[in-house]
């Protein structure tokens, strides 16, 4: 939790996902669950989240959040240390999108596919 109390969460960029989600199918041979998920220092306000699309979108409206609801429960970390210790000892060089790169190009997905995106 910032110092504000923001409530912060993690995120993965899908396309990191479908690599370790390969990677776990062909590589990871225990039997133990495996948490696929960036690193705790990575969590991010859903503010911040916000703010980093609308700068995507070069949108430049106001944003309004509603402070009529709770923020709910400030982190929901998942623990991802197992995660990259298996993938020292498989020797897969692994790197996370950083959370803007994963917006940015999420962005200019949609933006190029906005005829064909559910309506």
Request: negative net charge.
């Amino acid at each position: 939790v910032r110092g504000d109390g923001t409530p912060l969460r993690q995120f993965i960029y899908s396309e990191d996902l479908a690599k370790l989600l390969m990677w776990t199918l062909l590589e990871y041979e225990e039997r133990e669950n495996i948490i696929l998920s960036v690193s705790e220092h990575d969590e991010v306000s859903i503010g911040d989240v916000a703010r980093s699309i609308v700068k995507a979108m070069d949108f430049k409206g106001a944003i309004k959040f509603d402070t009529a609801f709770a923020n709910g429960q400030h982190k929901k970390t998942a623990d991802n240390t197992k995660l990259v210790k298996e993938l020292e000892v498989t020797g897969y060089e692994f790197n996370f999108t950083p959370i803007s790169k994963g917006i940015d190009e999420s962005v200019t997905w949609f933006l190029e596919n906005l005829n064909i995106c559910r309506k």
